[in-house]
């Protein structure tokens, strides 16, 4: 496979990045990536008004938080499908991590305050792309704008996690509603005025079509639009690798991707950082 010469460069010396990246979040519509200095043994936040980094090929986990302290994984294992190892995620968070994608239980296997907490259903809404998701009800707001949605609206509540799991696989399957969508499906959108009729009317047939199917309330849109990005995109962004070396101006940030201009616009991906070794030194 076709390596870049920075790759071959940051794969030689990843080992000696200072910072290990361990959370990506957005409050409101700031978004903020949490770094473990490991040099001065504290948490920073990376600055993501500047996109002069490097990021490491590899992943190791990012440990987990004791209240408000942060304790670094003990064996840095390293990881690939989720930022946690079992370990650590079973300490802090969730025994069985594919549980993540698909509950195995109502929380009676393992007790956990998050299976049995209620869940709802959404609709997100890319332009007029929709997709269909759940969350637990106390971060749905939180949910939709890391996922870079332009609008979404709750089609429904349910009182466990693996019950809306259930719902939500039968209603993508009878009406046809993805649960995903590729990246670079969803980067064309930024080049492009969002159809906030379009959205309306999506909506609108979706209320009549989940009442007769499912008898199912949807709520009203609510519309997402403090990203702090300026759309439409004179282009369609570039997906990069997360690994590697990355320079450029910043355009802006929506849901998962900073976009930023070098030799064109790109978009990186910034969970996928999350895990990694970043070192913002010139290599």
Known sequence: MFARADQLLVERLQDKFPLHAVDFHWEGFEPHLVCFDLREKK???FDLHDVRFAASKKKTCVGQWDGDEYVPCPKQIPVSRFDQCQECAGESFIPYQDCIFEPRCDGELCD???CRREHVLYVAFYDTRMKLGMSSTRRVDRRLVEQGADAYCVI???????RARDAEKAISLRLRIPQAHRQEHLLRGLARPVDSEGIRKRHEALAVTLEEAFHLRPEPVTWLDGYPIELPLREVPRLEEAWGRHDGEVVGV?????IFESSGLKALNLPDLTARFLDRRSL
Do not use: A, Y
Request: proline letters at 6%; aromatic letters at 16%.
């Open 43 to 45: 948490i920073s936040e």
């Open 254 to 258: 929506k849901g998962r991707w900073i």
């Open 156 to 162: 429904g509540k349910f009182p466990t996690r693996k």
């Open 112 to 114: 956990l305050d998050f």
